[in-house]
């Protein structure tokens, strides 16, 4: 006779250690938040980001490469705080590195804990500060009857460092790109300069390009962030375009990050530097929202909430709005007999 209850019991009794997640997706992009279960030393989160990159790497690949993921999973661990003000940090990881910041997957934990009673939080807008390897980041979420509705997010400031730079790619020619920080830096690409518009059809080439791009302006290129000398390398690539037919405040981006990976939101950081960089061209002033449209046609909101300085840069700070819905929950384990402890990727 068939017992599925067994089944359960069975699993659990099989395995002692777990590594619990529950995964989400902000706007079509997924997140894998991991509930802690990793001890880690560090007086900051970037400490911490190197101490599990360093000891861990293991877990990042467990959860984000095959068979237990995908080369298109993000995850996240999230840690105690580091500093007064945060109830949280949160470390981010792909199927390729440990980003220094993600727009998206913030929103997606921030949604996962008030939503699983995590934190207590009344109906209206509250503000959650949760710190990650780039510092310190608000959340402002908009929660009603218990459901997260949406969460902006406060992003750290943010900078356009080089713009024009011209890169070769094979098979392709010659392409200028702007560099812009947030978190890390963005090869900024105007969709209009490379002919191939922003649609899911398209996702191949887009994905095959920006790849290029970020090995070229890493071989060709020198960026550093002038109060923060460990961030020194491209690690992202976003095409962009205006939407013609919703006027100034509209456009498309697709960001392409990791292993070969298709943002499938519109990219939190990713909106920011778009705002950013639109700033910098005398086309987007502080207090005008900004609607942001992924691949899929989700939309994040955005504003300038304020200018700010960085080192010699002009730079700003912007919110950006999103929402999440979680979509299950796992216990991970590694069997002994398993010939695939850490992941792979084809």
């Known amino acids: ?60 690949m467990l959860l984000t490469c095959e068979p237990r993921g995908h080369r298109d999973m993000f995850a996240a661990m999230v840690t105690e705080p580091v500093s007064p003000e945060a109830l949280f940090g949160l470390i981010y990881m792909d199927a390729r590195r440990f980003p220094y910041l993600c727009g998206h997957a913030t929103i997606g934990a921030v949604t ?49 460092s080089q713009t024009g730079s011209l890169l070769y790619i094979p098979e392709f020619g010659e392409i200028s790109i702007d560099l812009v920080y947030v978190g890390g830096f963005f090869a900024m690409v105007s969709a209009a300069d490379i002919g191939i518009d922003l649609i899911p059809a398209n996702s191949n080439k887009l994905i095959s390009l920006g790849m290029e791009i970020i090995e070229a302006a890493n071989r060709t290129l020198e960026v550093r962030h002038p109060q923060r000398p460990e961030v020194k390398t491209v690690d992202v690539v976003e095409f962009y375009a205006e939407d013609g037919k919703g006027g100034e ?19 939190g950081t990713g909106t920011t530097a778009k705002m950013t960089l639109l700033h910098h061209k005398g086309k987007l002033k502080p207090g005008q929202v900004y609607r942001n449209s992924s691949p899929l046609g989700t939309v994040f909101e955005g504003e300038i909430i304020r200018l700010e300085k960085i080192g010699n840069f002009e730079g700003i700070v912007a919110l950006v709005r999103g929402s999440a819905v979680m979509t299950g929950s796992h216990q991970f384990v590694i069997d002994p007999q398993d010939p695939f402890p850490e992941g792979f990727l084809l």
């Not at 279960?37 to 990042?60: S, W, Y």
């Open 249 to 267: 405040g509209r456009g498309t981006s697709v960001v392409i990050y990791g292993q070969s990976h298709m943002d499938r939101s519109p990219c």
């Open 1 to 60: 006779m068939l017992n599925l209850e067994q089944a359960v019991q069975g699993f659990t009794g099989r395995y002692s250690n777990f590594l619990r997640t529950i995964d989400s997706h902000t706007q079509g992009e997924p997140t894998r938040l991991l509930l802690g279960g990793v001890d880690l030393p560090g007086k900051t989160i970037a400490e911490k980001r190197d101490i599990f990159a360093a000891r861990h790497n293991n877990i990042r």
């Open 112 to 160: 996962t804990l008030v939503e699983t009673g995590a934190i207590e939080v009344d109906n209206g807008d509250t503000v959650i500060t949760i710190d990650t390897p780039s510092g310190p980041l608000q959340a402002h979420a908009h929660i009603r009857d218990g459901r997260v509705e949406s969460v902006g997010l406060e992003m750290v400031p943010s900078f356009v």
